[in-house]
């Protein structure tokens, strides 16, 4: 699609709705299908399975599995032995919790340090008040599964917040603070996880915005009985609901630099139901990409690399169920012996014949298969390579670990891990910063707390992922003071917010 084909749709008018449809529709068609893969991979539900025999459910990712091992026997409703080991939601959540498994130190990089203060406070309380840290692992989280992130700052409940002109000037100093830190709560952080996320870039460049497109399907608290069969079937049973499914519908809010216009519907019933001017002047979104990926508003998903693998694992653990299945129990062969199926196997059990060929002849058992063990270990070392998520970030000490007394040994043993932790707080911090920026800015804009652009810069203090000496770390911090390090830095890296005097 051509630039000028492009700039005619994203009009100040929003889009129309011809093009509405066709994003939606691409959406659904070509993105849609590989994010729910990534996250079925990771979540791996259980999904009923009621014409199976054997379990009454059956695993997200059997989807993997080859269909020698999914197919079942002519007339019978018995599958294969199924091995599902979830590989890739331990290697997902310890990148998580590596990450952010304490809280984030903000600190405000606006000139006057009486300033500087009031920004750090009220951006807290805007964070906290939408979760903390739990809002920020849940960003992580998601961002990794999904590869990228988005966050939409709602301000809907400020809209008569602006004071009349010289109000704010009258307030004493506390009144006026306490004013400001009681309306951070109004704030409203929504993740808008990739899934639900439409953007239409602009076609020179694609870190830039024209649209943003939150497309999702509200489920009503109303039953969708619309059949003529459904109707008749109420009025029999006398108005009582036996059946039926809860009624739902598409909704679409397309966000511009003017306008902010709400869908409902979906096709040629598609219609508007709401439209008001954005009053910030800006798409208020903020993108997050997990991992950078030059060139693409997409970024890198962890879970994408490990599917293949995690496949080949599922097969493998698969094959080695059923040959246990059937060779880890001792059968026996009986030749001439009368009454052989009536007695059981056992200790202390005889049998008597009197034909000189009869004989008792012991087949099956498990043998040692050391390719098999070899092969399931290597798929497990190409996770650890590929996620860089090895089994020691989750407690587990195999024997070839050696001595980790020292920090420093640890470190050399997580090199990997660590490394992905630095690279994914450089986006996610950035991502953070830009968001505070955001929340400033429309702080300025509906006149909660007026600042300048050059208030709105922050900086973000990330703790140690590894345990640490405290003792070491107040010594360091000690010295830092000594060579002229600000007090308040010192504070910030150590975790803590300085209090003003």
């Known amino acids: 699609m051509s630039e000028s084909t492009l700039r005619h749709h994203v009009a100040n008018d929003g889009l129309d709705l011809a093009f509405l449809d066709f994003l939606i529709h691409e959406h659904h068609r070509q ?5 729910d893969m990534f996250w079925d991979y990771y979540r791996n539900d259980l999904l009923d399975s009621a014409d ?3 379990r009454r459910y059956r695993a997200a990712q059997e989807r993997g599995l080859p269909w020698r091992l999914t197919q079942r026997a002519a007339g019978s409703r018995r599958r294969n032995e199924i091995v599902i080991e979830n590989d890739i939601a331990w290697r997902i959540h310890a990148l998580t919790d590596f990450m952010l498994s304490k809280p984030v130190t903000l600190q405000s990089l606006a000139p006057q ?3 500087a203060e009031l920004i750090e406070t009220f951006l807290r309380q805007v964070l906290d008040a939408n979760g903390g840290l739990g809002f920020l692992q849940d960003l992580a989280l998601l961002g990794a599964v999904h590869g990228h992130v988005d966050v939409l700052l709602r301000t809907d409940d400020l809209h008569s917040l602006r004071s009349p002109l010289g109000l704010t000037q009258m307030m004493d100093e506390a009144r006026q603070r306490d004013r400001i830190i009681e309306q951070a709560g109004r704030f409203v952080l929504e993740i808008i996880e990739a899934p639900r996320a439409i953007p239409v870039l602009d076609p020179t460049d ?8 939150v497309h999702h399907r509200r489920v009503l608290n109303q039953l969708d009985r619309d059949s003529i069969l459904d109707r008749l079937r109420d009025r029999v049973l ?3 609901a036996a059946d039926g499914r809860r009624r739902s519908i598409e909704c679409a809010q397309v966000w511009s630099d003017a306008l902010v216009t709400e869908y409902e519907g979906s096709g040629d019933d598609r219609r508007r139901v709401k439209q ?10 903020v993108h997050i990409q997990n991992l950078p990926q030059p060139f693409f508003y997409d970024g890198l998903s962890e879970v994408e690399p490990l599917i293949p693998l995690q496949d080949e694992l599922n097969t493998r653990l698969s094959d080695r169920a059923n040959r246990v299945t059937f060779q880890s129990f001792k059968m026996y062969l009986g030749k001439g012996i009368e009454g052989f199926l009536d007695r059981p196997v056992g200790p202390g059990q005889m049998w008597a014949t009197d034909n000189p060929d009869a004989s008792i002849q012991q087949f099956g058992g498990d043998g040692a298969c050391p390719s098999e063990d070899l092969h ?3 798929i497990r070392e190409a996770m650890d390579k590929a996620s860089t998520v090895t089994p020691l970030a989750a407690g587990v000490i195999r024997d070839r670990v050696g001595n980790l007394t020292s920090e420093n040994a640890l470190r050399v043993t997580l090199l990997g891990m660590l490394s992905r932790t630095e690279k994914k707080r450089v986006t996610y911090g950035q991502g953070l910063e830009r968001l505070c920026e955001l929340i400033l800015h429309a702080a300025d804009v509906l006149g909660v707390m007026p600042n300048e652009p050059n208030e709105r810069r922050v900086r973000l203090d990330w703790p140690s992922p590894l345990p640490e ?4 770390r107040l010594d360091d911090a000690k010295k830092k003071l000594e060579l002229g390090v600000p007090r308040g830095q010192v504070l910030a890296e150590l975790g803590y917010a300085e209090c003003p005097a």
């Open 469 to 472: 000496n405290t003792s070491q």
């Open 113 to 115: 340090r009486e300033r």
């Open 376 to 378: 399931i270990a290597e």
């Open 52 to 54: 199976d025999e054997t």
């Open 31 to 35: 993105t849609l299908p590989r994010l």
């Open 276 to 285: 008001e001017i954005n009053r910030l002047g800006r798409i208020p979104v």
């Open 238 to 240: 006398g108005g009582i």
């Open 206 to 213: 694609y870190r830039r915005l024209e649209a943003y497109i």
